[in-house]
């Protein structure tokens, strides 16, 4: 199966074309990289061509503008990059009969949950950010593109709080903190009323082939690590398994006025995926993942502790 990746150097993305690259399915020449110099989000209607030219029978769209407080200050760019040109690349799939995996956010919930439940693929979307608005635009172009259209596939696989290579994410910006706190010795204040659901690339990017080589793409799913966590406990999560010992304080999200109001309540509650396996807890993922972060920093001459 020919399947192409759009936004291929980003965090997603390069996970993605990784598993891609070790699925039986997609042969020996493996998936299609498109980065932003082939697919560009500021000029979409070159898709066509170059669907065209690389003729894939699937998509997935990892590309997007994912600076949340930059999508506050230009709401507007936002909606054209993450909700038009999602829109132009669905129309131009489905005319062709081709497949499409469009990857969301929670940050389409208003995130004022408060019965402790993750939210469900059936539950409202109401966003309160314009990045999670123009995330929704994109989610409903493709699936206004896929609408009566027979023998092509739409999937929206919407995700939370990833964290993975090449790093300066939220463990490595955690560990830097860190650093800083202990060298002016001064308790690390960790944000205590955020509360979502932390996901590794590497596995988000294995359910998502899991999706494709099963053919169960169509649909909503919700592709998270198990559990959930404040931006506190995953700190605290990160510092505990990198050994680094150093007082925290808890405080509340304002303590950093930004131009995005983050959803408080950022947890998803997992789909099922077709082998009835779900992702594995966030800890047990972030302790695979750590060990790489940690030796990043050394090689980068870093002081852990
Ligand atoms: N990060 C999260 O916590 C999170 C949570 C939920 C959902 N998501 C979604 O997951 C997907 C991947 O996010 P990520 O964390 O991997 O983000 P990322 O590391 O910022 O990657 C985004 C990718 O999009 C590309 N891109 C940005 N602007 C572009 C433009 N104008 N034209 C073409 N390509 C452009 C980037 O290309 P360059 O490398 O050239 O900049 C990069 O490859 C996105 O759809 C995002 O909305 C992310």
Redesign the pocket.
């Known amino acids: 199966m020919r399947v192409a990746v759009?936004?291929?150097?980003?965090?997603?993305?390069?996970?993605v074309v990784s598993a891609l690259e070790e699925a039986p399915f997609t042969g020996p020449f493996g998936p299609i990289a498109w980065?932003?110099?082939i697919?560009?989000?500021?000029t979409p209607e070159g898709v066509g061509p170059i669907l065209d030219r690389d003729r894939p029978e699937m998509v997935v769209?990892?590309?997007?503008?994912?600076?949340v407080d930059g999508c506050a200050r230009d709401p507007e760019l936002a909606l054209a990059?993450?909700g038009e040109?999602t829109g132009v690349l669905a129309r131009a799939a489905a005319e062709r009969g081709i497949d499409l995996i469009?990857?969301?956010?929670?940050?389409i919930f208003d995130g004022r949950r408060t019965d402790g439940a993750g939210y469900a693929p059936a539950d409202e979307p109401d966003p309160i950010n314009g990045?999670g608005a123009s995330?929704l635009a994109?989610e409903v172009a493709a699936r206004a593109a896929y609408e009566g259209v027979r023998g092509a596939v739409l999937g929206i696989a919407?995700?939370?709080?990833?964290?993975g290579p090449p790093g300066n994410?939220f463990p490595a910006k955690i560990l830097a903190a860190a650093d800083r706190a202990a060298a002016l010795r001064e308790p690390l204040r960790l944000v205590a009323d955020e509360v979502g659901s932390p996901?590794y690339?590497l596995d988000v990017a294995e359910a998502i082939t899991e999706l494709i080589g099963s053919a169960a793409v169509g649909g909503t799913h919700h592709l998270v690590n198990a559990g959930r966590a404040s931006r506190a406990d995953w700190a605290r999560e990160v510092l505990r398994q990198a050994r680094i010992d150093i007082p925290t304080d808890d405080v509340p999200a304002s303590t950093w006025p930004r131009a995005s109001t983050p959803p408080a309540w950022a947890v998803l509650e997992p789909t099922p995926l077709p082998g009835g396996e779900p992702l594995r807890s966030w800890q047990s993922a972030l302790a695979d993942y750590l060990p790489t972060l940690l030796r990043q920093r050394s090689a980068a001459g870093s002081v852990a502790r």
């Open positions: 759009t936004g291929a150097g980003g965090r997603l993305g390069r996970a980065s932003r110099a697919f560009d989000l500021d769209h990892c590309a997007a503008w994912t600076d990059r993450n040109a469009v990857i969301s956010t929670n940050e990045y995330k994109g919407r995700t939370a709080w990833l964290y994410d996901s690339t």
